[in-house]
Structures are given as C-alpha cells and as structure tokens.
C-alpha cells in the first residue's frame, strides 16, 4: 500500500501562543509521520497574490504581513474577506518553498511540507459566521485524506474524494455556554456539518466521546479516543543546572511553589481557586502561568485590585511563558492544581504527570479518566472543599511523594507511541493503513 497522503490544517500552528489544539496538531503530525504517511499543512498566510517563489517563501515567514500597513489596506481586507465569504470563492492554495533562504533555527524550520491559501481562514470563518456555510477550497495537487483538527468550516473539492478527518476536543460550549463568547448557533451549525461529512471524527477522551455522541448523534463506532501524551520529557544532565538560571529570573525557587497552567478566562475556575487560596493557611505561593483571555477580569480582577500584601504576595502572576520556561516551571513546584469546570482532556495534568507532579484537580468530566489515581480530586464549585484539599496537599509531604508516584505510572500510560497507535486504529477502520 502507498503512503497515504494527509492534509492537516496548520490554523492553530499560526497562532503566536501555543493553545492545546496547537499541541494536538504537532503531535498528531508526528504521529502520522511515524506511521509512514506523507503529511503536508494548510496555512492562511496573507501571501500576495501572484508572488513569485522568492517572495513566496519570505512573506510565509515575515510577521509584518500580518499587519494593515493603513486604514485603507485594512478596509481593502475586510471588504475582500466579505466578498470571498460571500461568493464562496477561496483564495489560491500553493506549495511554500523552502530553500534555506529565510535564516532562522533549525528547530523552526519545516518539518513537514506547507502550502498555504491567502488569508483562507478568515474567508472560511467569515463565510460560516455571516451565511452558515463552509468554504469549499481546491488543494493544488491529490491528497488522500483531509484532517481537521478541530471543525473549521472548510470543505476540500477535487481532485480526488479525500477521505474527511475532524477532531473535536470538547463541546464545552454547550455544556457550559456561561463560560464562552462563542455564537452557539453557529458552532453548533458547524459541528453538525462537520460530523455528518466525516468519515472518521477523534476525540480526546471518553468522557467526550460520550458527549459527541449525545450532543451530536453521531455513531459511536465512527469515533476514535486518541490520548494525547506530554510534549514534554523530564530535565536531564545540564538541563538541572538551567533550571536554577530559569527559577532565579523568574525569582522563583524549587519546592517552593504551586502551579496552575492555563489562560485566565471561566472555564478554568480560577477564580473560586484563587478565593481558596488565599484563605488556605499556607505561606507557599501559588504561580499562574497563563495569559488573560476572554471574561478574565471578573476571574482575577477583585486580586488584582487588593491592596493586602497578606493577600497579594500569596499568588503571582506570570502571564504568557515561553514552552521552554513552562518545562522549568513543571519540573521545579511542589504541586499542580487544576481545579476546572470542564475538560475535554486536561493537558496541564498530562504534562505536569510527566514531571511526577503530584495535582489536584476536579472529579467532573474528563479529568478523573485522564488521572486515575494519580489526584487528589475537589468538587469545582466548592471554594471550602478546595481549600482544605490544597492545604492537606502542601502540608502533607507523605501524599505529595504517593501522588508523585502515581502520576510517574499514569504518564508512562500516555506516551507518543501509544497515540500513534490509536491515531492508526482510527485510519485502519477507513483503509487509510494496513
């Protein structure tokens, strides 16, 4: 049997900040690569139109050409956006070059071959939120299956029948629509198309798998859990000399903190688990790592406006942290919590199990089946519970050695080779592989 040829969407990989499905997508490359497929990724790049190779290649790369130079460039893109999204009419998908021109590390040169369609997100997004339909685009050459990494609103037309691949991680918006800004009518919309026109959908769990099959009627034998592993490998040899360098600037030292990962917007719950521990009669801080995002002030503004220092210099806020800090970060606290509301996965538990951190998270949704008993486990919504159970996890240092044990067992479970397994059960069923 020939390579299959797959076509991933890069929109999550464009994005400046790592997110979890921007993750999943690297890992999901990785994982077909292994199996012997031969992978390419669809970008949105605003690449001029007709451009030769050259200039290809260096406005792939050049962060300016995100930008509106004027207000009337900016006007020109909205109305030509408008105008595509309308007349169902995509931008041009291209090969991207790559000659070594552009001079940049090695680690962030193409792993895998890219082509790229001027802006054709935008298009599809505004096609779906302003008419309900998704964009139809034509790839440059055959391709024998389309894997989308969440449901975005494009649709492949020739050459060839692609076989149809989307993952959906969660349906957080309709289970908790308080928490997000998203137009549920047009998610839902969306998803229903993408589940009815794909072959094969993933997801991340069982707990959303159940979800999927409930909220969207789809059949449970198209669907595949695929366990996604930690991107990250425990520190070894120099890497322990860093971690000091690293601790230092962030004026941080090991064993002497508490973790949360995760943007700062509802769904996290960081508010009631910020509430908790301040109360919680510890000294240890507790560090956020994780930008604002939406709804982020009635989470932590009542924090940010504290004058106590009793209360101020309990938390620290880091804001964004590069992957390469967030790996010390793992390696050197005391403890992970997250207590969130909901989860399709929970990839901060994953990660932080890597490292042997012992966490502290909620027993709803997915996240007592991505711990098992590697957790010591709250009721999200419950400030007294929360912080009794953070103050028995930083005072008693026999749980934090048994949790750390657990957790150490639990992420030797969820490693690249076994999602990649279940990543090829999923193209076997649709004779993708052999």
Known sequence: MAAPRVLIDGYNLSMKHGTGIKTYTGLLDQALTS???????????????????????????????????????????????????????????????????????EAQRFQTRAVNGSRVYEVAWRRSWSFGKYLDITL??????????????????????????????????LRLPYTTLDDKNELLRRHRVAVAEADLVFTVSEHS?????????????????????????????????????????????????????????????????????????????????????????????WLLNATDPAITRKVRFLNHVSVED???LYSAAMALVFPSLYEGYGLPLVEAMAFGLPCLTSKVSSMPEVCGDAALYVDPFDVREMREKLERLVGDKALREYLSDRALQRAQQLTPAHFAEQVAEGYRRIGLLD
């Open 209 to 301: 798998k159940a979800d999927i099959i409930k909220l969207l009627d789809v059949p449970a034998d198209k669907i595949v859990v695929s366990e996604q592993p930690s991107r990250f490998k425990p520190l070894r040899g120099p890497e322990m000399r860093d971690q000091a360098k690293v601790l230092r600037r962030l004026e941080l030292s090991p064993q002497q903190y508490v973790l949360f990962v995760g943007a700062i917007e509802p769904k996290k719950n960081l508010g009631r688990l910020l509430r908790a521990y301040v109360e919680a009669d510890t000294d240890v801080p507790l560090v956020v790592a994780g930008p604002r995002a939406w709804m982020w002030e009635e989470e932590i503004g």
């Open 35 to 105: 199996l012997g497929c031969e992978t390419s990724i669809l970008y949105g790049h605003p690449i001029p139109k007709g451009a030769d190779p050259l200039l290809r290649e260096v406005a792939f790369h050049e962060e300016q050409n995100l930008r509106d130079r004027t207000p009337f460039a900016r006007y020109m893109r909205h109305a030509d956006i408008w105008r595509r999204g309308w007349a169902n009419d995509a931008p041009e998908i291209a090969a991207v070059p790559d000659t070594d021109v552009v001079v940049m590390p």
């Open 326 to 328: 967030l790996r010390y």
């Open 140 to 173: 440059p050459e055959t391709v024998d299956a389309v894997h989308l990494t969440f449901p975005i609103p494009i649709r492949v037309k020739g050459p060839g029948k692609p076989k149809k691949i989307v993952t959906i991680h969660d349906l957080i918006p």
